[in-house]
C-alpha cells in the first residue's frame, strides 16, 4: 500500500496530466469582456422574468446591465452574444456533492489494484462534465478534492468552483468508516486504511483525534468542515437510528472550525443527532429526512441551514438492510421539506451522488424532484441564490470571495443561457445538453452553441 507522500505526489501527477490535456481541449475562449444582448433575466431573487435586457461582463464580474445599448469599454477585447429573447440565470449551485467519490465506484475507490490516476482521472472528467451541465459552483460533502479544486483555479482543468470540506470525519463504526469487514483498527494492530490515506475519510475517536482531523481538512484548504453525527442508509456497520460522536467530540470540531472562521455541518437523519448537533454550534444539517416536526421548527427558531436531498430508491441487488434503510429515508422526505416550509427553514439544495458515476447525468435532472414543495420560480432561487447563501456561510474561508448566484452589477459573473422559459417549464432544465446555449464561469464561457 503506498505511504501517505507517496499517495499524495501520485495524485498531484494525475491531476496535473490529466488536467493539461482537458485544458487543451476544452480552454475558454479568450475574451475580456462579453456583451450578451436582448436577454430576459432571472435575476436569482425574483419570480418573473425581466423584460429584454443586455448585460455587460468585464473581465469575471457584471460590469452593466441596461434595456438600452451597452457600449463597448474601449481598449478591450469585446465578445458578443445575441440572446435572441432567451433566459438569461445565474449559474447553477449543488451544495451537497462528492466530486471525486460519484466518479468511481466505492470498489475502485477501495481497491489497491485501481490507480489512483485512474480514480483522479476519472474526477477530472467529471468536473467538466459537472460545469457543462451548469453547475458553476459545489460544495463537496467529502473526499479528495484539494488537488483537483487547484487544478480548476489555476486554469489546468476545467470544472466548477469547489467549497470542499476534505475527508469525511467519522467515529469508529460510523458513517464514514469504509474499513472491510476483517480491517482491523489502528488502534487494534491496525493501519490506516486506504479510505483514510486517500483523504476519503477520516476516522476519528475522542476529542484530540477530532480535533486533528478537522485542523487537518482546514490545514489542506477546507472551506467548511463535514462530521458524520448519525447512522446511514447506506453505510455497512451503523443503524439508521444511532446517534454519532458525543456532545464533547462534536463541540471540538465546532470550536476548531470557528477558530478558522468557518463552520461545521453534520450528516444525520434523526432527532436525537441533530439535536445534539445543534446543541454543539453546528450551522448546517446534510439529510434531515426523518426530522420531527419539533425538531424542524427548532432550526426555524435557530436560523439553522438545512441541505435537503430527494434521494431515489436503492438498486435490487444492494442487500436487503439498505434497501430498507433507504425506504425509510424516502418515506420521510414529505414531511420534511412540509415541515421546513411551515417553519421557514433555511433551505438549501443538493444530489449527493456517491460511487454511481452512470447516475451523475442526472444531476440537473434532480431539480425537477422539487415540483411536489415548490414552485418553478421557488426551485430556481433555491438551486441559485439561496444555495450562495450557504457557501457565503464559510466566511473567512471562502475560496471565491464575491457574490454568487445573482445576475446584478458586481456579482461575479456565473452565467447560463437557456433556450427558453424556465419559469414557465421547469422541465428545461433537465436536459442541460439540448437548452444550456452558454455556460459562463468567473466571466469566461466554456460553452456557446450560438457561435
Avoid at 429573447?85 to 489497491?112: C, W, Y
Avoid at 478558522?260 to 436525537?272: D, F, K, L, M, N
Avoid at 430556481?380 to 475560496?399: E, I
Wanted: glycine share 10%.
Amino acid at each position: 500500500m503506498l505511504d501517505r507522500a507517496a499517495f499524495c505526489a501520485a495524485v498531484i501527477g494525475a491531476i496535473a496530466a490529466g488536467g493539461a490535456a482537458h485544458a487543451q481541449a476544452t480552454a475558454p475562449l479568450p475574451a475580456s469582456a462579453v456583451l450578451i444582448e436582448d436577454v430576459r433575466m432571472f435575476d436569482g431573487k425574483g419570480d418573473t422574468l425581466s423584460a429584454p435586457l443586455s448585460v455587460l461582463v468585464v473581465g469575471n464580474k457584471i460590469s452593466r446591465i441596461s434595456a438600452g445599448r451597452i457600449a463597448a469599454p474601449e481598449g478591450v477585447e469585446l465578445t458578443t452574444i445575441k440572446g435572441g429573447g432567451r433566459t438569461l440565470m445565474p449559474g447553477l449551485i449543488d451544495n451537497h456533492v462528492h466530486v471525486t467519490l460519484s466518479a468511481n465506484t466505492q470498489q475502485d475507490a477501495l481497491d489497491p489494484k485501481v490507480t489512483l490516476e485512474t480514480i483522479n482521472a476519472r474526477a477530472i472528467e467529471e468536473a467538466r462534465q459537472v460545469l457543462l451541465r451548469g453547475f458553476t459552483s459545489v460544495r463537496d460533502m467529502g473526499g479528495p478534492v484539494f488537488d483537483l479544486k487547484r487544478s480548476i483555479d489555476q486554469g489546468r482543468s476545467p470544472g466548477p468552483r469547489i467549497y470542499p470540506s476534505g475527508a469525511m470525519i467519522s467515529q469508529t463504526s460510523g458513517h464514514g468508516d469504509f474499513r472491510a469487514p476483517d480491517e482491523p483498527s489502528r488502534r487494534f494492530g491496525g493501519k490506516a486504511s486506504r479510505g483514510e490515506l486517500m483523504n476519503a475519510a477520516y476516522i476519528a475517536d475522542g476529542r484530540d483525534e477530532v480535533l486533528t482531523a478537522t485542523r487537518e481538512n482546514l490545514r489542506g484548504g477546507a472551506s467548511q468542515i463535514k462530521l458524520m453525527a448519525g447512522g446511514g442508509a447506506a453505510s455497512a456497520y451503523d443503524p439508521l437510528d444511532v446517534a454519532q460522536y458525543t456532545l464533547d467530540e462534536m463541540k471540538a470540531a465546532v470550536e476548531a472550525a470557528a477558530d478558522w472562521g468557518t463552520y461545521v455541518t453534520v450528516h444525520a437523519y434523526t432527532p436525537r443527532a441533530v439535536r445534539r448537533a445543534v446543541e454543539a454550534g453546528v450551522k448546517c444539517i446534510e439529510h434531515g429526512q426523518l426530522l420531527d416536526e419539533a425538531t424542524l421548527k427548532l432550526l426555524g427558531d435557530k436560523g439553522i441551514w438545512l441541505s435537503l436531498q430527494v434521494l431515489d430508491p436503492a438498486p435490487e441487488t444492494a442487500p436487503a438492510g439498505v434497501r430498507a434503510k433507504k425506504g425509510e429515508v424516502i418515506d420521510g422526505t414529505d414531511n420534511a421539506y412540509r415541515w421546513a416550509k411551515k417553519y421557514k427553514v433555511k433551505l438549501a439544495w443538493g444530489t449527493d451522488f456517491l460511487f454511481n458515476p452512470a447516475q451523475n447525468r442526472n444531476q440537473n435532472a434532480d431539480i425537477l424532484k422539487l415540483r411536489r414543495w415548490f414552485t418553478p420560480a421557488e426551485m430556481l432561487k433555491m438551486v441559485t441564490r439561496g444555495n450562495a447563501q450557504l457557501l457565503a456561510l464559510s466566511g473567512a474561508r471562502n475560496p471565491y470571495p464575491g457574490k454568487l448566484g445573482v445576475v446584478e452589477v458586481g456579482a461575479l459573473a456565473d452565467l447560463l443561457l437557456v433556450d427558453g422559459d424556465p419559469l414557465t417549464d421547469i422541465g428545461l432544465m433537465a436536459d442541460p445538453g439540448k437548452n444550456l446555449l452558454v455556460v459562463m464561469k468567473d466571466g469566461q464561457i466554456y460553452k456557446n452553441q450560438l457561435r
